[in-house]
């Protein structure tokens, strides 16, 4: 398989105004189900592991079984979570999570993953960010987990925040500077992503 292009991408030109400098990253298809899909099924494994659902107390005794139910029990959640986060906030756009079940997040902690759409994955994220702290006692690696989920979540407020074009003023600096800004240090939205090998610059 080629990993390498062979050939100067004739969009990227002085002519056409586009650089490394103009592009963004999609958030929505690449920070969801990137970062934010690997930390949050380390999270759900983690509370899966601790059996905080309590699926042991219902006569579940099989690690499937546990599994399964759980699944039950964090979609119910997720349902609910959703219905009230809309009333609490009518102007956020939330999106429901259509299904949690073992095929979603894997069979066991070896083969975990979190197969959801990246809107999927931003609800579980917000969903998750609330709960976790009070469950932290129970569920190993908390600690590194809550610290992980509050960076990310800086980060999500960042980018929201963030204009997606320079200021007058700033153009004007660049202007006057006359020399290629470094990637990410001088960008209006910031991020040095590296993940999977590849390093994505957004301003």
């Known amino acids: 398989m080629e990993t390498v292009t062979k050939h100067r ?3 990227f030109d002085a002519l056409t105004g586009i650089s490394i400098e103009t592009l963004t990253m999609d958030t929505l298809h690449c920070f969801y189900p990137g970062v934010l899909q690997t930390h949050r099924s380390q ?3 983690g509370l899966i592991e601790a059996d905080v659902w309590q699926t042991s107390l219902s006569g579940h005794t099989t690690a499937q079984a546990r599994l399964q139910e759980s699944c039950t029990r964090l979609q119910a959640a997720l349902t609910r979570w959703c219905r009230q986060r809309r009333q609490d906030h009518p102007e956020e756009a939330v999106t429901d999570v259509q299904e949690i079940s073992p095929y979603i997040l894997g069979t066991s902690r070896a083969e975990q ?3 959801l759409k990246g809107g999927e994955t931003k ?9 976790l702290p009070s469950h932290a006692a129970a569920v190993a690696n908390s600690r590194h987990m809550l610290d992980a989920s509050s960076a990310l979540e800086r980060h999500m407020a960042l980018l929201k925040a963030a204009p997606w074009q320079f200021t007058a003023a700033q153009a004007e600096d660049r202007r006057r500077e006359k020399r290629a800004p470094h990637p990410g240090l001088q960008s209006v939205r910031f991020l040095g992503l590296l993940q999977s090998g590849c390093l994505i610059n957004v301003v």
């Not at 609800?123 to 709960?131: D, I, K, N, Q, S």
């Open 9 to 11: 991408n004739p969009i």
């Open 43 to 45: 999270v759900i494994w």
């Open 113 to 115: 993953r979190l197969g």
């Open 123 to 131: 609800t579980v994220f917000m969903y998750l960010h609330e709960v």
